[in-house]
Each structure stands twice: as structure tokens, then as C-alpha cells.
């Protein structure tokens, strides 16, 4: 069962990888997405995106909600979720000094400037990146994945997660920082137990993004 459960999975994640990369590296201009965090618009596709996701992954979990790995964090996990966390800041700023495009605006959903006058939409959105994805994604990788990975052993497991995080959003230069971000997170919920010390660090990490981008 366990088998079937992987290849859902599997396929899940190829899915939509294959959608992100193939709207990146399309013949057409890419819509710039940018002030994308001022629209209500935006907010409501990705709750209906997370929302399908979360269906796909709560049917490939069926009756296994242990799968889930939602449970009390074990010991050292506030140390642990630090330590993630600033490793990722301390990558991401050696990362920014290469001489590549800035990996954390390549997704180009951060934006350049603060609009006041769409504070409620910027509101909504917060709420769509520093909860509803990180708690799905999460859920989807930590959670679901890393379980069904589990026989391949700990490191390969945690590799493989990490990897497969980092294709999931389509990007190119940002996978610098994702593949090893998707990577601490996995470590983390190897060390746990739990996916809910990611879940804070996955929310804090795009909130910094956001924050950062706003006032800078």
C-alpha cells in the first residue's frame, strides 16, 4: 500500500514541477507577479491551489494520518529550528554575493515597494505565505513525502525531500537556497519527529522574505 501511496506522491510533486518550470521556460513573456501580494485575486488562486493540494495529499494519507508526522515536537527542537534558520540566512547571503540574479527575487512574488492603499490584499497574502503554504508544504514534504521515503534510510530520505522541495517551485538560481532550506527543514523533522518546529520556521523564513522586500 505503502508503494502506491509513494508513486501518488511522486507523481504529485513531478506534476506540479513540470507546470512550474513549463510556465517559467514558455515562448511567451512571463506575466511580471510582483505586485501580485497586493491582489486579492492572488490570495484567492492560492488558497485554491493549496487547497487542491491538500486534498491530493489528505487522499494519498488516506486512514494513515500518521503519515502526517503532526505531533509534540521532541526535545532541542526550539535549538534546532534556530540553528535552520540562520543557517538558511547565513546561505542565502553568500548566495546573494554570487554573480547571479538575486535567487530571492526570482520567483518575483516579492514586492519592490510598499502600496499602502492595498494593505488589506498585502494582509491576506501575508496570511497565504507565512501560513496556509508553509502548513501545506509542509504537510506535502516533511510530512507525507519523508514518511513514504523512510525505508530508502535517514540521509537518503532527507536528500530526497529536500531535492524534490526545491523542483516543486520551479525555479533556477533560487535553488541555492531552496534545495538546502528543503533540506534543514527535512533534518529538522528527522530530529523532531514533528513537522509542526518547520511549519514556524517555513512561516518566518517567507515572512523575513516579504518583510525585507517591503521596508527595503
Not at 513573456?29 to 501580485?36: G, L, R
Not at 547565513?90 to 518575483?108: D, H, S
Not at 505565505?129 to 508544504?137: D, G, L, M, R, S
Not at 523533522?189 to 520556521?201: A, L
Amino acid at each position: 500500500m505503502n508503494r502506491t501511496r509513494l508513486i501518488c506522491w511522486i507523481a504529485l510533486v513531478a506534476a506540479v514541477s513540470a507546470l512550474e518550470y513549463g510556465a517559467r521556460f514558455s515562448s511567451a513573456k512571463p506575466k511580471s507577479t510582483q505586485n501580485d501580494v497586493y491582489s486579492y485575486s492572488a490570495f484567492a488562486s492560492g488558497l485554491i491551489f493549496y487547497g487542491l493540494i491538500f486534498g491530493v495529499v489528505l487522499a494519498i494519507a488516506f486512514d494513515r494520518t500518521d503519515l502526517f508526522a503532526v505531533r509534540r515536537p521532541g526535545r532541542r527542537a526550539a535549538q534546532l529550528a534556530v540553528g535552520v534558520l540562520v543557517a538558511t540566512y547565513l546561505l542565502e547571503l553568500g548566495v546573494a554575493a554570487l554573480p547571479i540574479r538575486n535567487p530571492g527575487r526570482e520567483q518575483g512574488l516579492t514586492p519592490t515597494h510598499w502600496e499602502p492603499s492595498h494593505a488589506g490584499a498585502f494582509a491576506a497574502n501575508v496570511v497565504l505565505f507565512t501560513v496556509v503554504a508553509p502548513v501545506i508544504e509542509e504537510l506535502t514534504f516533511r510530512g507525507v513525502g519523508q514518511s513514504l521515503l523512510r525505508f530508502t534510510g535517514r540521509w537518503p530520505s532527507i536528500l530526497l525531500v529536500g531535492v524534490a522541495f526545491g523542483l516543486w517551485h520551479g525555479l533556477v538560481q533560487a535553488l541555492l537556497v531552496l534545495i538546502p532550506f528543503g533540506i534543514g527543514l527535512a533534518y529538522l523533522r528527522d530530529r523532531t519527529r514533528s513537522v509542526i518546529p518547520g511549519m514556524i520556521v517555513h512561516g518566518l523564513f517567507n515572512g523575513a522574505a516579504l518583510a525585507v522586500a517591503v521596508l527595503s
